[in-house]
């Protein structure tokens, strides 16, 4: 049998657990409308740290799908998004250790890679438009004369940036606080 990213119950129970964190601290911020922040990755960026990048990825994955499910169905074709994020900063949590600098370097490549990859689904399913905070800056940039793909991107740089660095430093200061029993990767620099 292959080796499988979740070799425990314990396992399973905390990816099942970032999978919770996300879709709560998502909707909780969307709720309370902060603007710049979205905190819908921490539970994957959490699991991707902790248990490695493939169960970041499907942590990932199926907290968009859930969600998709359960409240609004326009996040199912943003599971690649999460998906890659995943997988993304398992690999960076395996080679480095996860502390402040290395979260911050992620964060920043999070905010590029993130639109990088939400900016074409967000035009091609949905014509740009999502129903989010950055609505109001791309309409206003696709009227001063931008084309559809820059006037969709630029705001979602714009607000993964504060995002995607806030929730890789609250990563590094709940994985701080863990029992190191729980942090169980073979190999990494983390534990």
């Not at 490695?52 to 690649?80: D, R, V």
């Amino acid at each position: 049998m292959k080796s499988s990213a979740f070799k425990s119950t314990n396992a399973m129970i905390l990816a099942s657990l970032g999978i919770v964190i996300n879709i709560v601290f998502g909707t909780v911020v969307q709720s309370l409308q902060i603007p710049l922040l979205f905190l819908d990755t921490i539970g994957t960026i959490l699991i991707a740290v902790v248990l490695g990048p493939f169960a970041g990825a499907l942590t990932g994955g199926l907290t968009n799908i859930i969600q998709g499910m359960i409240t609004n169905p326009k996040n199912i074709p943003f599971a690649i998004v999460n998906i890659v994020i995943g997988l993304i900063v398992g690999f960076i949590a395996k080679k480095y250790k996860f502390n402040i600098k290395n979260a911050i370097i992620t964060g920043l490549i999070l905010s590029v890679v993130a639109p990088l990859i939400g900016t074409p689904i967000a035009v091609l399913v949905y014509g740009g438009v999502t129903g989010g905070g950055t609505d109001v800056i791309f309409a206003w940039l696709l009227a001063s004369g931008q084309k559809i793909f820059t006037a969709a991107f630029i705001p979602r740089v714009t607000g993964n940036i504060i995002d995607k660095i806030v929730s890789c430093l609250l990563v590094v200061f709940i994985v701080q606080k863990m029992p190191k029993d729980l942090i169980f990767k073979k190999g990494t620099k983390n534990a």
